[in-house]
Structure formats: C-alpha cells, structure tokens
C-alpha cells in the first residue's frame, strides 16, 4: 500500500498546481480527483489499487491542454478528448513508474484512462460510471446554467451519458440527491 500512497501523493501534487480554482480556493483538478476517489470508494468500496490509481488520474494536469486550442466543434472536441487522455496515461505512466508500478500495471492503467476495452473490461466500466457519477453530482448543474436555453441539447447530453453507464450505474445515479429541476431533465432523456 505504500506505494498506492506515494503515487497517489504524486498525482495530487501534480493537481495542486492547477491554476484554476474552485470558489473555495482548491485547485479544481485537485478537487476533481478527490471527489473521483470518494466516488469509487462509496460506489466500488474493494475497488483494485490500478483502478484508485486510474480514478484519482482522471483529470491529471487537464488545464495544460485547453479546450480553446481545439476548434469549437464535434470534431475538435473529440480530437481534444483523445489528446487528454493519452496525455493523462503517459503522466500517470511516469509518476507509477517512480512509485515502483511494473510496466503492465502501468499499461492496465493506461488503458484505462484511454477507455479502451469499456464494455468489456469491469474496471474500464467502472472507471466510466464513476466519472459519469460525479459530472452528475458535482457538475450537471453549472453545465446546465450555461446551457439553459437548450433543453433538448442537455437531454441529449444525459441519454450518451446514461448509455455509457453499466446498471449498477444507472441504479446509483437514480439515487443521488439531485436538484429538481435536474431530475427533471433526467425524467425526460430516460423517455422512451
């Protein structure tokens, strides 16, 4: 558990020098990463130490490749999402390889953060339902408030969401504590 802990360590002094911060003063990949473990933890409490590892890594050092250096499309979103993730396998590869991690544990890691294998791999799934959790919880709201004025966008947004999750994950989003005018918005994208 040792080195679980330093490459945890590792990863969240990375995240501390987020520039961006919450309204609490946290860096925010700091307080993304934490709410990513808490999430894992109450959702999949025997969670392996490559899966930790991959949860806590999930944003690691995202402020470095900004959304705005990529065209404002589908297109560019995508092309952003791809370069993030391999960026966040081959840091997290880095700081694992100091902590003492083999190369396949880093590889699992890796694949992991790359969401390769996700309907087939029960890690890789539930890496996916907990980050799917947490943009419910922790985040819905805000990209709600910027979007108000397309309704039907968000709902679309909630049924890829929604589809991406296993359903245990389903089971545990019906559960969260969410605001009304979210849950709504739920009702409406799980419509036939």
């Given at each position: 558990?040792?080195r679980?802990?330093?490459?945890?360590?590792?990863?969240d002094?990375?995240n501390a020098s987020?520039?961006?911060?919450e309204?609490?003063?946290t860096?925010?990949e700091l307080a993304?990463?934490?709410?990513?473990t808490q999430m894992?933890?109450?959702?999949?409490?025997?969670?392996?130490?490559?899966?930790?590892?991959?949860?806590r890594?999930?944003h690691i050092?995202?402020?470095s490749i900004p959304?705005?250096?990529?065209?404002m499309?589908?297109t560019g979103?995508?092309?952003w999402r791809t370069?993030?993730?391999?960026?966040?396998g081959a840091?997290t590869?880095e700081?694992?390889h100091?902590c003492?991690y083999?190369?396949e544990?880093?590889?699992h890691?890796?694949?992991l953060?790359?969401k390769?294998q996700?309907?087939?791999?029960?890690?890789a799934?539930?890496?996916e339902d907990?980050?799917?959790?947490v943009?419910?919880s922790?985040?819905?709201?805000?990209?709600?408030?910027k979007h108000?004025?397309?309704?039907?966008k968000?709902v679309?947004?909630?049924?890829?969401?929604?589809?991406?999750?296993?359903?245990?994950g389903?089971a545990?989003?019906?559960?969260?504590?969410?605001?009304?005018k979210?849950?709504i918005?739920?009702?409406?994208?799980?419509?036939?």
């Amino acid at each position: 558990m040792q080195r679980l802990s330093q490459v945890i360590e590792a990863i969240d002094q990375v995240n501390a020098s987020d520039p961006n911060l919450e309204p609490d003063g946290t860096p925010r990949e700091l307080a993304y990463s934490r709410k990513m473990t808490q999430m894992l933890m109450s959702f999949e409490p025997e969670a392996s130490e490559l899966l930790q590892i991959a949860a806590r890594a999930q944003h690691i050092k995202r402020w470095s490749i900004p959304r705005d250096t990529y065209p404002m499309d589908r297109t560019g979103y995508l092309t952003w999402r791809t370069k993030l993730k391999k960026f966040h396998g081959a840091l997290t590869g880095e700081l694992m390889h100091t902590c003492g991690y083999a190369p396949e544990e880093v590889h699992h890691v890796d694949d992991l953060l790359n969401k390769r294998q996700l309907k087939t791999d029960t890690e890789a799934q539930c890496l996916e339902d907990v980050t799917c959790l947490v943009f419910l919880s922790y985040y819905f709201e805000d990209f709600l408030s910027k979007h108000e004025a397309e309704q039907d966008k968000v709902v679309e947004i909630l049924r890829k969401t929604w589809k991406k999750m296993s359903s245990k994950g389903h089971a545990a989003a019906l559960n969260l504590q969410l605001s009304e005018k979210t849950s709504i918005l739920v009702k409406r994208a799980l419509e036939p």
